[in-house]
């Protein structure tokens, strides 16, 4: 149960802006959409990029944490193609270079060394070198961008898009030492580099084996390729063909990029390999629909035995095919039989590891039994003070957004070490509510409810994407689709808020709600509760809003907010004005914004 009478609560707004904080980044996503109705997109792509600093490289491959949260979903089942807009705002916007953040002519002394140029250090290069740091970026590849340009395909990420929005970073003034490799931390730590602090941005560069029986005979060693090192051999062009027959061990987003690359290569006969049925698949919907659409064939319900080599030459996998059962609340299997599945060459993608050999054992830093560094998940430092990590070298993989709120919650530590502050300290987030009422029955938002259905993404035709790796798959929405895909939207961010003092109890609100999700009713226990609602409340993730007594008869108003869609119609037809729609906002702390400006540290 949660009140909601009092706006100084920040728990209730938790419960209502549900997209804005499923994005790790905290994307303030209902004011973005509203800015791309208006056909304002420049102001939209700045906004987003308050959090999001990559909007055109997110909008084509974020996993899109915030859309199950999308209370749209629970209206028609598909929500908000919110990672989809953020890819409008960033292709229709105008020049930005004026209005992004600079870094001041005078330094403020201090230097930070940022190991890899990958999502997670460029995020924390974006928030200091405004502040005046010296930031070094050391990268191993002779561009930026890590694991971004060099396991995702051009045909789902263009490099013209990794160029310009990783450029906006660096151009602010870091310094990237090109086709460098950190071999060891000691010796960067070492007083003649002199740097102040250091993040660990390095990614999980090392694919998981299968160390299966045939995997190491000589006539195999040179078909089977560990996934996330093709990928990278096919962006550098050492591979530009694969055999016709190819099997993919793996059903992860790794594995859906390297299905669809080598069927661009030449594997016409291109198969996934799965080890469960596709409920259980990690791979997102959206990657697995792609795949269908190019005829790429996914086997359930196998695992791996050997590699059959016949003549010192790779012909083929025997797999174990499985029955899975529900046993005591898990999942168990059994062997059915085996089959062998004929191929030429295999790529594994079954997963990726850390891999720290250049980081030394006796320097302060602990790692536990998975050989990972111990890192503090609120401040992302290390055991050794001023050795910070994030993105895929702190905890593994996880999907771009996360390793952009890293370098955010990162570049906070840092510059709290450099000032000499204690860097468990955070800065508060600041929340702020405004009424949105211009008039009797006038408000500052698009309240009418829109059935259409979600937009549905143009593809490049097969002929087309299958003539050149770099050909983009999605094309993106049309303004006509963008028009109507925000409108969709039941504005998360205008909050019910609802007064019980002014409640006169006559009934007007419950009457006019399109879809009952208000009911005035003597208090009881959550469970009755939730039966004597005007629509009964089924969905037990929700919470319901109760008020305090009503001033009549000590009833309560309770709403269910799982239903409601925030159209204004209460707050229209209440003659008290118990009812208002207003407009929450989450104010975001950056290690930016909440500075002087630059100057020196002692």
């Known amino acids: 149960m949660s009140c909601y009478t009092d706006a100084s609560n920040p728990k209730n707004y938790h419960k209502v802006v549900d997209c804005q904080y499923a994005c790790p980044a905290h994307t303030n996503v209902p004011e973005y959409l509203r800015l791309i109705a208006q056909g304002r997109y420049t102001e939209s792509y700045l906004l987003n990029r308050e959090s999001n600093v990559f909007p055109g490289i997110l909008g084509r491959t974020c996993d899109r944490p915030c859309e199950p949260a999308c209370r749209r979903g629970r209206i028609d089942g598909k929500p908000v193609a919110i990672c989809r807009l953020k890819r ?36 924390v290069a974006n928030d200091l070198l405004p502040l005046g740091y010296e930031v070094v970026i050391y990268e191993k590849y002779a561009r930026a961008g890590g694991l971004m340009r060099f396991n995702i395909p051009a045909f ?58 045939g995997r190491w005979d000589e006539g195999a060693r040179e ?46 006969d291109t198969k996934v390999v799965a080890r469960r049925s596709r409920p259980y698949f990690k791979a997102s919907p959206w990657e697995l629909e792609d795949a269908d659409e190019e005829g790429i064939r996914i086997v359930e319900n196998h695992a791996p035995k ?69 890192i503090n998940k609120t401040t992302y430092e290390s055991t050794r003070r001023g050795v910070f990590f994030g993105g895929d070298a702190a905890w593994g993989p996880q999907n771009i957004i996360w390793a952009v709120e890293h370098g955010h919650q990162a570049a906070i530590s840092i510059h709290q070490h450099c000032q000499g502050l204690p860097v468990e300290e955070r800065p508060p987030e600041g929340m702020h509510l405004e009424s949105t009422k211009m008039g009797l029955h006038s408000w500052a938002y698009s309240n009418d409810f829109n059935p ?20 983009e798959v ?66 037990m993730t929700q919470d319901l809003y109760v008020s305090d007594a009503l001033p009549q008869t000590k009833r309560v108003m309770v709403k269910d907010e799982d239903i409601c869609l925030h159209c204004g119609l209460c707050a229209e037809r209440c003659p008290t004005a118990a009812w208002d729609m207003k407009k929450f906002e989450l104010v975001i702390p950056y290690a930016l914004s909440r500075s002087e400006p630059a100057v020196a540290i002692a």
């Open 306 to 374: 050997r590699f059959v080599i016949e003549n010192g030459k790779l012909v083929g996998m025997e797999f174990e095919r499985l029955r899975w059962t529900n046993d005591n609340s898990r999942q168990t299997s059994t062997v059915i039989d085996t089959v062998v599945i004929p191929c030429d060459e295999v790529i594994l993608a079954i997963g990726q590891d850390n891999a720290f050999p250049w980081i030394e054992r006796d320097i302060g830093i602990a790692f536990d039994v998975h050989d990972m560094p111990v």
């Open 88 to 123: 409008v705002a960033a292709d229709l916007r105008d020049d930005i270079q004026e209005y992004l953040p600079k870094a001041p002519a005078i330094r403020n002394g201090r230097r930070i060394a940022l190991v890899g140029a990958g999502p997670a250090s460029l995020t």
């Open 223 to 268: 078909k089977i390729h560990i996934g996330i090192e093709w990928l990278g051999s096919v962006h550098f062009g050492h591979i530009d063909k694969i055999s016709p027959r190819v099997l993919i061990i793996g059903v992860g987003n790794t594995a859906m990029d390297c299905c669809r690359t080598s069927r661009r290569l030449g594997g016409i």
């Open 156 to 213: 789902r990420l263009p490099e013209s898009v990794l160029d310009e929005e990783t450029g906006y970073i660096i151009d602010m003034g870091a310094e990237v030492r090109y086709n460098t490799t950190v071999s060891s931390l000691k010796e960067l730590l070492s007083t003649s580099n002199n740097f102040d602090a250091v993040f660990v941005g390095s990614g999980a560069p090392k694919g998981k084996e299968l160390d299966i029986p």
């Open 474 to 539: 999605e094309l993106g929405f049309t303004p006509e689709q963008t028009a109507t895909e925000v409108e969709r939207c039941l504005n998360c961010d205008i909050e019910t808020h609802f007064e019980n003092n002014l409640c006169i109890e006559c009934d007007a609100c419950v009457d006019v709600c399109p879809v009952n999700c208000l009911t005035i009713t003597p208090n009881a226990n959550e469970m009755d509760l939730r039966t004597m609602l005007s629509a009964p409340a089924q969905n």
């Open 452 to 471: 259409s259905e979600r937009s549905k993404m143009q593809h490049e035709e097969l002929v087309k994407r299958f003539s050149a790796i770099g050909v």
